[in-house]
């Protein structure tokens, strides 16, 4: 069993930055492949971003590729999302997920590659 409670959400302009944080408890995130989804008012829940195990290998839905950076520190037990040139499009509920320590394979990009999820933390762009 894995934690995780998501912090780092606010209210913020077009162009704007911020990193999301997701923080485990439990066990190490070391055992897990971990995800960022979104999900705006009205629409369902998607993908934002995926890390390997390792670290090693990433993917980005193309809606964020290039503005946005998923990372893992070991040490803290953190998972992040740094989110650089907001959109008011990118507005939605942040959630972070781990998988299975099972699972085996290329970054999850399904709601059912992830067994645990945060409680989701707001971010609004404004125009």
């Known amino acids: 069993q894995v934690q995780l409670v998501e912090s780092g959400g606010g209210l913020v302009q077009t162009g704007d930055s911020l990193r999301l944080s997701c923080a485990a408890s439990g066990r190490t995130i070391g055992s897990f492949a971990l995800g960022w989804f979104r999900q705006a008012p009205g629409k369902e829940r998607e993908v934002v971003a995926a890390?390997?195990?390792?670290?090693?290998?990433?993917y980005y839905a193309d809606s964020v590729k290039g503005r946005f950076t998923i990372s893992r520190d070991s040490v803290k037990n953190k998972l992040y999302l740094q989110m650089n040139s907001l959109k008011p499009e990118d507005t939605a509920v942040y959630y972070c997920a781990a998988t299975s320590p099972q699972y085996i394979g290329s970054p999850g990009r399904k709601e059912n590659d992830y067994d645990y999820w945060g409680q989701g933390t707001q971010v609004t762009v404004s125009s």
């Open positions: 890390i390997s195990r390792s670290g090693r290998v990433t």
